[in-house]
């Protein structure tokens, strides 16, 4: 079955460093990945997307992902983080069967020290 | 603009009273989908729709119904027999090519008194 593991439930990283927020998935074959972002009481917006190809993924806001399929992983970096960042990132993953819900890790919450 | 609109925002109903959640896409998007968010529980899927006229069950489907009449239109009723509704209601939607990403609406907060 498939499932989506993110270890980190809350990460509090200072303005300007770097964040690497971690991402493990099970799944038998090639997996579609995601990372999602939610502000407080909105919905999901999607900040990038594996497919195949290219292992490392570039995403929106300054966002990137590597696949790594020896470690079950598609960890999420920026290299440097602002205030407006603070939000609830989700990691979920996709089958190649039309139609099939994604799956969704719990989420991590990031927060932004000045 | 294209998206999905989920209606009302905010929701108050009484205890053992049955209440629908508005979910409108003009995407035209086949698949539509319901997740349930709690804090620390991630999205839980209730119910998903691929097609008009059907839908099947996800992992919580107990004490809520669903109905697909149109393509843009997937309300989700939650019964009485939903032993803890108060929660963050996500609807999505996306094309039916394997893999692709869902698009989500802005929720709804239901909270049962």
């Known amino acids: 079955a498939q499932s989506v593991t993110q270890p980190d439930i809350h990460i509090t990283v200072s303005e300007g460093a770097s964040l690497e927020l971690r991402c493990n998935y099970s799944?038998?074959?090639?997996?579609?990945l995601f990372w999602y972002v939610q502000s407080p009481g909105q919905g999901l917006q999607l900040l990038l997307k594996y497919f195949s190809g290219d292992t490392l993924v570039q995403g929106i806001k300054g966002f990137e992902a590597e696949f790594k399929r020896s470690q079950s992983s598609f960890n999420l970096r920026k290299p440097s983080v602002h205030w407006s960042d603070a939000a609830e990132y989700f990691c979920?993953?996709?089958?190649?069967?039309?139609?099939?819900?994604?799956?969704f890790g719990k989420g991590t919450t990031l927060s932004v020290s000045s | 603009d294209g998206g999905i609109t989920q209606s009302p925002k905010y929701l108050f109903r009484k205890e053992g009273q049955n209440v629908t959640l508005s979910c409108e896409q003009n995407?035209?998007?086949?698949?539509m989908y319901w997740y349930r968010q709690d804090p620390g529980q991630g999205l839980r899927l209730i119910y998903y729709?691929?097609?008009?006229?059907?839908?099947q069950k996800g992992d919580i489907a107990e004490g809520y119904s669903v109905s697909r009449e149109k393509k843009e239109s997937f309300p989700l009723t939650v019964t009485s027999a939903q032993k803890n509704p108060t929660a963050f209601y996500l609807c999505a939607s996306s094309n039916t090519q394997g893999g692709t990403e869902a698009f989500f609406g802005q929720g709804t907060r239901l909270t049962v008194v």
């Open positions: 979920a993953v996709g089958a190649e069967q039309a139609g099939t819900a994604l799956i």
């Open positions: 729709s691929q097609i008009v006229n059907d839908f």
């Open positions: 799944y038998g074959a090639t997996p579609y």
């Open positions: 995407l035209n998007h086949d698949a």
